[in-house]
């Protein structure tokens, strides 16, 4: 199948017309109103810096459904010894350019490009992205970022400079996502290690059913900032 190249009006093809791979499409932009949509249809950016804007719907999709998180015996105990401090919307812009530097010293490079970072800092301005943040003391030890629309929560990056301290980010996340009732984590691309955590793999076409039911709800738009 081709790949689609995208012009300034933000439109996508269906998903069902990706690659193997997930590639769907290529080119556009990141405005918030293409962001948006692309959540909306199951798609979503990745791609490296100085490479053309690259958007995926892969088949199958890693998601997290709420209820099977699963929390290992010792990070249940690590847990209760609250080291950590935790926050919602404290500081959004410090924990992408963390995610971005982690991942960059671990791998050389980094898929959450300048213009990314730019591009979901104003999706957290209108109240579209949020974040997670762990901290040891006042120091920023770990977090996570993502977009959330209806009862869906779209996760994009998670970063750790200390024990354990993704993990517990992802745990209180998914506490409160459960208080709010929102349905799942779309995790996008398989890890191993978000399959220890509990995610797992369905196809697209019921990654796709879930997400419509999930739209139907009300997004939880604005500021989530507080302690949890």
């Not at 109240?127 to 869906?152: K, N, R, T």
Request: hydrophobic share 40%; with cysteine.
């Amino acid at each position: 199948m081709p790949i689609y190249e995208l012009t300034e009006y933000p439109v996508f093809p269906t998903p069902d017309l990706a690659e193997k791979d997930g590639l769907l499409a290529v080119g556009g932009d990141l405005s918030p109103q293409r962001l948006l949509l692309a959540y909306r249809m199951g798609i979503f950016p990745w791609y490296s810096e100085g490479s053309p804007i690259m958007w995926w719907s892969p088949d199958p999709r890693l998601v997290l459904f709420l209820d099977e998180l699963h929390v290992s015996r010792s990070l249940r105990q690590f847990m209760k010894k609250n080291h950590y401090r935790i926050t919602l919307d404290t500081t959004f812009e410090e924990v992408i350019h963390a995610c971005a530097e982690v991942h960059t010293e671990r791998a050389g490079d980094t898929w959450i490009t300048r213009e990314m970072i730019e591009a979901y800092i104003e999706l957290h301005r209108l109240g579209f992205a949020h974040s997670v943040e762990v901290w040891f003391d006042e120091c920023l030890v770990g977090g996570l970022y993502g977009v959330s629309l209806g009862a869906a929560f779209f996760g994009e990056s998670m970063f750790t400079r200390m024990n354990n301290a993704s993990k517990v980010a992802l745990v209180k996340l998914v506490e409160q996502l459960k208080r709010w009732d929102f349905q799942f984590i779309d995790c996008q691309i398989t890890t191993e290690h978000l399959k220890r955590l509990g995610a797992r793999e369905i196809p697209r076409r019921e990654f796709l059913r879930i997400l419509k039911t999930a739209l139907k709800r009300p997004t939880k738009k604005g500021s989530w900032r507080g302690e949890i």
